[in-house]
């Protein structure tokens, strides 16, 4: 391995610019209307005048984008918080439909001006087809329908953010709750699941209700723009460039017939080890070598944070580095607690360059999982914070989640951090690539029911009903017996915050999963060479298609069935080696 000096490492520094002030506030639209107004009717004379206009448009953008992006923060940390929801609701209501039609001016503006065809095609290659994309499917009518939308869609975290049970005399939210699945003793278990799916259920005609709503308004959108359906769309805003629907059911259908086979031989292993007759959805997250005791990675915040530090800097030294600054600045929030919202998340702050991490941890092995994912994310910020577009900083999720996947197993490496004793490192890694293997099929069942849901968009709840058992029962394991969980099963995609609040972006997880699978294999017979294209990769950011980006990092973009086949039979190969005989 390479030796690095921490003294050597230095964080880059994002370009500045003039035109918005450092001390800048975003407080009202009569903040921001001057800026708009002066890009929308300066005079451009030159092809460097017309650098310099995107360069000061962009600054604007990443401006504005931190000051809602801190809204945004404030909600998730304290859904008490009425300021901070009064600021939100503002931001969403007010300010972002004023931003949207001025941005489609601008964007016009752009493309209307005779000096564009005088811009670098390399430099500017993806701003100028993600800008061409955006003025394509803007339509006036539907600013006030993506409004409603996004205030709508936030009722979903809402209601999760207030749900509790009580269990051994106290309450806790479900995001504790679900640790204790976790636990050997398997009443406690199956009483905590099924105390967790009752509570859910009490919310499901509002969750029906809410998606009902969410679904009429979405296929408006998309009638308006003058498409068929909200699916093709969405891949049209979401900027699939670079693969298709048509390859997402390619996804699906690797995914059945290569991967599956393997989960439901993992599943077997499990219930033999278990000593199971039958094998139910509370055994699924126990350790199945019988350990009494539940992987602890960490018992405190404080611990949690030191371990991560150490553990990134073996990986590359800087990548500890960032998520110390963060720490520093208080970038880290963490640890579960009651009003906090759901879920885990790394906000790109792109103006200062230092992004954000939220997250609910309880002190299970899933949370060492997370924080692993989200610092993935915020490494790939700090490592595009240099460029002064926002599309290059703000890359595709296929990209992103590449970089968060792989940090996952790349640190699985170094896992002796957290776990010193032997017997839990190998059961820690054991888990994790159980996960990487089970999280596919699941990926594939949100994917492809969210395209039959939009598709089908006159359905009634009934017909919802049955489409989403039909390709639940097409990617579940037969080993897992639901027989007496049925009444859960039906809503099981309630419990999907992507399907209620960004449609359509979740297979990207999957395609990233398989994606790190091939960099960690690398990295298994190569370190350093693996390290230094997987930093390139991220690097290049969003200034170059998904599929080159990819192959910086030494891999390919492929969801083949030959390719998933096998980097599947990679990872069954490495579980055999960690399955206790």
Request: a negative charge.
């Amino acid at each position: 391995m390479q030796m690095y000096a921490m003294s050597a490492i230095t964080i880059t520094q994002p370009k500045k610019g003039n035109f918005v002030p450092k001390d800048f506030q975003l407080t009202t639209w009569s903040d921001l209307e001057p800026y708009f107004e002066e890009l929308l009717h300066r005079n451009i004379s030159c092809s460097e005048e017309l650098e310099q206009w995107i360069f000061d448009k962009n600054q604007l953008d990443m401006a504005v984008g931190e000051a809602m992006s801190w809204r945004y923060i404030r909600i998730t940390v304290n859904s008490a918080d009425q300021d901070a929801a009064d600021a939100y609701n503002y931001a969403v209501e007010h300010l972002a439909p004023q931003i949207t039609a001025y941005e489609n001016h601008l964007d016009s503006k752009l493309f209307e001006c005779p000096w564009v065809d005088q811009l670098d095609h390399h430099r500017y290659f993806i701003y100028l087809r993600s800008t061409r994309n955006a003025i394509h499917i803007f339509r006036d009518s539907n600013i006030s329908l993506s409004t409603d939308i996004q205030i709508k869609s936030k009722e979903y975290v809402k209601l999760f953010s207030e749900m509790t049970i009580g269990f051994n005399g106290r309450q806790m939210t479900l995001q504790k709750a679900t640790a204790l699945l976790e636990e050997p003793d398997r009443a406690s278990r199956e009483i905590v699941y099924h105390q967790i799916h009752q509570r859910i259920l009490q919310d499901k005609d509002s969750f029906e209700d809410l998606f009902d709503i969410l679904l009429q308004k979405r296929h408006q959108m998309a009638l308006n723009a003058g498409f068929e359906n909200f699916r093709d769309f969405k891949f049209q805003a979401l900027g699939r460039f670079d693969y298709s629907a048509a390859d997402c059911l390619d996804f699906h259908d690797s995914i059945a017939a290569e991967v599956l086979p393997v989960v439901n031989d993992l599943n077997h292993y499990r219930k033999q080890m278990l000593g199971l007759d039958v094998l139910r959805p509370w055994d699924l997250f126990v350790d199945p070598s019988g350990n009494e005791r539940p992987l602890r990675p960490f018992q405190s915040m404080p611990e949690l944070i030191t371990k991560v530090i150490r553990c990134l800097s073996e990986v590359h030294p800087s990548f500890g580095v960032y998520i110390a600054k963060m720490n520093e600045i208080g970038h880290l929030d963490l640890e579960s607690r009651p009003g906090k919202r759901p879920g885990g998340y790394n906000m790109p702050l792109m103006a200062t360059g230092v992004p954000f991490i939220f997250m609910n941890a309880t002190n299970s092995f899933n949370d060492l999982r997370t924080l692993m994912h989200e610092s993935g994310h915020a490494i790939h910020s700090f490592l595009t914070r240099h460029y002064p577009l926002k599309t290059a900083k703000r890359v595709p999720s296929e990209v992103a989640e590449l970089a968060a996947m792989t940090m996952e197993l790349l640190t699985m490496e170094h896992w002796d951090v957290f776990f010193p004793d032997q017997e839990d490192l190998r059961r820690a890694k054991f888990a994790q690539l159980e996960f990487v293997l089970k999280v596919l099929p699941w990926i594939a069942t949100i994917d492809k029911f969210q395209h039959w849901l939009y598709l089908n968009p006159q359905h009634n709840r009934a017909e919802r009903k049955a489409a989403w058992m039909e390709t639940l029962l097409e990617f579940s394991s037969p080993e897992v017996a639901p027989s007496e969980v049925e009444g859960y099963s039906e809503y099981l995609w309630h419990k999907q915050l992507h399907i209620f609040e960004v449609p359509f972006y979740y297979i990207e997880y999957g395609m990233a999963q398989l994606g790190a699978i091939a960099i960690w294999k690398q990295y298994r017979e190569n370190p350093d060479a693996t390290i230094s294209n997987f930093i390139n990769a991220l690097k290049l950011g969003y200034t170059r298609p998904i599929g080159e980006i990819y192959e910086a990092a030494g891999i390919r973009f492929d969801f083949s069935r030959e390719n998933v086949r096998s980097l599947g039979e990679f990872v069954r190969k490495e579980l055999e080696l960690l399955m206790k005989p």
